[in-house]
């Protein structure tokens, strides 16, 4: 099992993932037990877009660690790292209400249990950003600071407020999304610890924070800029090894607002690009495919839709 392990995480990027996917088909059987076996294998799958497995992985992890809590009399959870991943997986199926459910559960624990709010408020972002449904319950409730503390509250309050700008903004209010832009702005300017913990990503979510509210009031072109400077930057960072850091993608919205913009090219470069970083992401290939349409690029755009139609067959 450890050889295994290791291997896994060696590999676990979309370049190296290949030389990993033989370990992570076999650690499952190694290893049927321990649930952090289960979801190791998903390193490998998420790097390469396999989403069906990566669900199965993290529903077997899942299982595992609801059995060990049911021997100790505690309910099944929605929160922790197992969960934060299968939420995701869901969302690239496009199976929302299994996401959204994960998401409001993990949110519900989170008022009773403090220590799940980063889980919970991770999950909400990453769930608005990858489902753009900004105008549902999970886009509208927010978990309560009171009990937190520390750099738990730091995170909490900062990503909350990411997440709840990037819904206001999807929904047209630019009016709330630029509440929560300058709440970002003034969190990050009076908690140095936040901004020394998170300093690869503050930039990244500045910008696209900053675009989306710059592309509800109207100004496209700064939206543009602002997503373009925050991909720019993530570009130069390692890529993540599970869902993304930057809960929306920059590149990925540099190439939806291009999309918007008429620049029709230069937005298939966008895309293309995106799906270096997260291969297979849903929402990339939709706009890869909005924007060949567009274009005339039939090759790319039936490329595109072959892969949304596997993911969705997979996700029934």
Same mark, same amino acid.
């Given at each position: 099992p450890?050889?295994?392990?290791y291997?896994?995480?060696?590999?676990?990027?979309?370049?190296?993932?290949?030389?990993?996917?033989?370990?992570? &088909?076999?650690?499952?059987?190694?290893?049927p037990?321990?649930?952090?076996?289960?979801?190791?294998?998903?390193?490998?799958?998420?790097?390469?877009?396999?989403?069906?497995?990566l669900?199965?992985?993290?529903?077997?992890?899942d299982?595992?660690?609801?059995?060990?809590?049911?021997?100790?009399?505690?309910?099944?959870?929605?929160?922790?790292?197992?969960?934060?991943?299968?939420?995701?997986?869901?969302?690239?199926?496009?199976?929302?209400?299994?996401?959204?459910a994960?998401?409001?559960?993990?949110?519900?624990?989170?008022?009773e249990?403090?220590?799940?709010?980063?889980?919970?408020?991770g999950?909400?972002? &990453?769930?608005?950003?990858?489902?753009?449904?900004?105008?549902?319950?999970?886009?509208?409730?927010?978990?309560?600071?009171?009990?937190?503390s520390?750099?738990?509250?730091?995170?909490?309050?900062?990503?909350?407020?990411w997440?709840?700008?990037?819904?206001?903004?999807?929904?047209?209010?630019?009016?709330?999304?630029?509440?929560?832009?300058?709440a970002?702005?003034?969190?990050?300017?009076?908690?140095?610890?936040?901004?020394?913990?998170?300093?690869?990503?503050?930039?990244?979510?500045?910008?696209?924070?900053?675009?989306?509210?710059?592309a509800?009031?109207?100004?496209?072109?700064?939206?543009?800029?602002?997503?373009?400077?925050?991909?720019?930057?993530?570009?130069?960072?390692?890529?993540?090894?599970?869902?993304?850091?930057?809960?929306?993608?920059?590149?990925?919205l540099?190439?939806?607002?291009?999309?918007?913009?008429g620049?029709?090219?230069?937005?298939?470069?966008?895309?293309?690009?995106?799906?270096?970083?997260?291969?297979?992401?849903?929402?990339? &290939?939709?706009?890869?495919?909005?924007?060949?349409?567009?274009?005339?690029?039939?090759?790319?755009?039936?490329?595109?839709?072959?892969?949304?139609?596997?993911?969705?067959?997979?996700?029934?």
């Open positions: 450890g050889a295994a392990h291997v896994i995480h060696s590999f676990d990027d979309p370049v190296h993932a290949p030389l990993g996917l033989e370990a992570a &088909l076999a650690y499952a059987d190694i290893a037990d321990a649930a952090h076996a289960q979801h190791m294998t998903t390193h490998i799958f998420l790097a390469l877009g396999m989403w069906d497995d669900v199965e992985a993290n529903e077997r992890a299982a595992v660690v609801d059995r060990g809590r049911a021997e100790r009399g505690l309910p099944p959870t929605d929160c922790g790292h197992y969960n934060e991943w299968l939420a995701y997986g869901y969302e690239q199926q496009g199976r929302t209400a299994a996401a959204r994960l998401v409001t559960g993990c949110m519900r624990a989170a008022g249990q403090p220590r799940r709010a980063v889980s919970a408020t999950m909400r972002a &990453l769930y608005l950003a990858s489902t753009n449904d900004v105008d549902g319950a999970v886009a509208r409730r927010q978990l309560a600071l009171d009990p937190l520390g750099a738990d509250r730091s995170t909490v309050l900062l990503v909350q407020h997440a709840s700008g990037f819904a206001a903004a999807g929904r047209g209010d630019a009016d709330r999304a630029r509440r929560h832009l300058a970002f702005e003034e969190h990050l300017a009076t908690d140095p610890d936040v901004r020394a913990y998170w300093a690869g990503y503050v930039p990244v979510w500045r910008g696209t924070l900053r675009s989306v509210v710059a509800a009031e109207g100004d496209l072109d700064a939206a543009i800029t602002h997503a373009h400077e925050a991909a720019e930057h993530e570009a130069a960072l390692p890529v993540d090894f599970g869902p993304p850091i930057a809960f929306k993608p920059p590149r990925e540099e190439a939806e607002l291009l999309l918007s913009a620049r029709v090219e230069e937005a298939i470069v966008a895309f293309r690009t995106a799906l270096d970083r997260t291969p297979r992401r849903t929402l990339t &290939l939709e706009g890869l495919a909005a924007a060949t349409d567009a274009a005339g690029s039939d090759a790319l755009a039936r490329w595109a839709r072959e892969q949304l139609a596997e993911i969705r067959r997979g996700g029934r």
